[in-house]
């Protein structure tokens, strides 16, 4: 298929473009910034751009991973996200039905389901998150905007039968974290991959996937994240004394960690259950937990990528014409 991707200059994009290829489809890069991978420069936010690359490159496909993100809540101001994340999914979503398209893939993310109760971790038990919790409360303008975004998606296959898969990614980012210090970098990363982070790469299979599945399925939001080794009846446990339980699954957890000099989670505060996706899509994330202990014990490079010098590539032109 000939698919739009926009964000193709991003993180996730570099990674998701050249799967896409290898898996037989033609890519249309869109993107504020320029990329290897990004024919078309602009924002989504601009509709008349949006109608042209329609028409012009033959669309059949669009998967929608441009936009701002958490990071950029202290760069751009509330108008920015509304018109990127919001105004912008609407222009892709009503091309796309204007050209008899049958499906859409939207990056959305775990982001949306912490609530500031959520993110205080508060209570005395870690929170079990999936696709099917209660009312969601967002806690600041990137989770409203992606949720609203989310909304777009479901009413597009309502409305007009156009399957749109929105996929709930948790972290996978290669920087550090902008709010934990301690502990730092890959040991954080590492530790993220029990209950709340993926890699790039399978945050990439996992668009292919759904982009493959959508038609089949219609409409679904699907978190996506590493399996997890924690069960429901964890929760308790995992805030009270994370160290146990994980011991119980890995016991040479430990000892591998302390040879590097790394600490595990005293406490564990969201676990995200990617079971949906796995059951409904099919997709199971390849790389886990058990992939860095094992990558720690065969001595080999860790499964995941880590650069704390990585800046979205928007940044280097000063996001100049995000809101167009
Ligand atoms: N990185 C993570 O950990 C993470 C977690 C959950 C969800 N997500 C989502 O994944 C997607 C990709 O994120 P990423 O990590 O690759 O970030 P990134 O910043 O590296 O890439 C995003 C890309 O979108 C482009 N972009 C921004 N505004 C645009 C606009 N108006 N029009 C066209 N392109 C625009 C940027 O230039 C950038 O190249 C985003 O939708 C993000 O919300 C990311």
Not at 226 to 231: K, L, Q, R, S, V
Not at 247 to 252: I, N, Q, V, Y
Not at 284 to 310: I, K, N
Request: proline share 5%.
């Amino acid at each position: 298929m000939r698919v739009l991707l926009t964000g193709s200059s991003g993180w996730l994009g570099r990674f998701l473009a050249p799967m896409l290829r290898q898996a037989g489809h033609a890519v249309i890069g869109l993107d504020m910034a320029p990329g290897t991978d990004t024919q078309v420069l602009g924002s989504v936010a601009d509709r008349a751009l949006v109608e042209r690359v329609f028409a012009e490159h033959g669309i059949e496909a669009v998967i929608h991973a441009g936009g701002l993100h958490k990071p950029d809540i202290v760069r751009y101001p509330a108008q920015n996200f509304l018109d990127v994340n919001v105004a912008g999914t609407l222009n892709l979503l009503e091309c796309a039905k204007a050209a008899g398209h049958d499906r859409f893939v939207f990056t959305s993310t775990t982001s949306l389901m912490i609530s500031q109760a959520i993110r205080d971790e508060g209570g005395d038990a870690a929170v079990w998150l999936d696709e099917a919790g209660g009312s969601l409360a967002p806690r600041n303008i990137y989770g409203v905007t992606k949720l609203a975004a989310e909304g777009l998606c479901r009413i597009a296959w309502a409305e007009h039968g156009l399957a749109t898969i929105v996929l709930r990614t948790s972290r996978f980012f290669p920087e550090d974290d902008d709010t934990h210090a301690v502990p730092s970098g890959e040991n954080l990363k590492a530790n993220e991959l029990l209950h709340r982070r993926l890699t790039v790469e399978d945050a990439a299979r996992a668009h292919l996937v759904a982009l493959e599945q959508a038609p089949a399925v219609g409409h679904g939001v699907f978190v996506i994240s590493a399996p997890t080794p924690f069960a429901r009846a964890d929760c308790a446990e995992l805030k009270r004394e994370a160290a146990a339980v994980i011991a119980r699954t890995f016991p040479d957890a430990a000892a591998l960690y302390a040879a590097r000099g790394w600490t595990l989670p005293a406490s564990i505060g969201r676990v995200y259950d990617a079971g949906l996706a796995e059951r409904v899509l099919g997709f199971r994330c390849e790389t886990d937990f058990a992939a860095v202990l094992a990558a720690l014990r065969d001595g080999a490079p860790l499964p995941f990528a880590h650069d704390p010098a990585y800046v979205s590539p928007k940044e280097r032109g000063g996001g100049q014409g995000i809101g167009r």
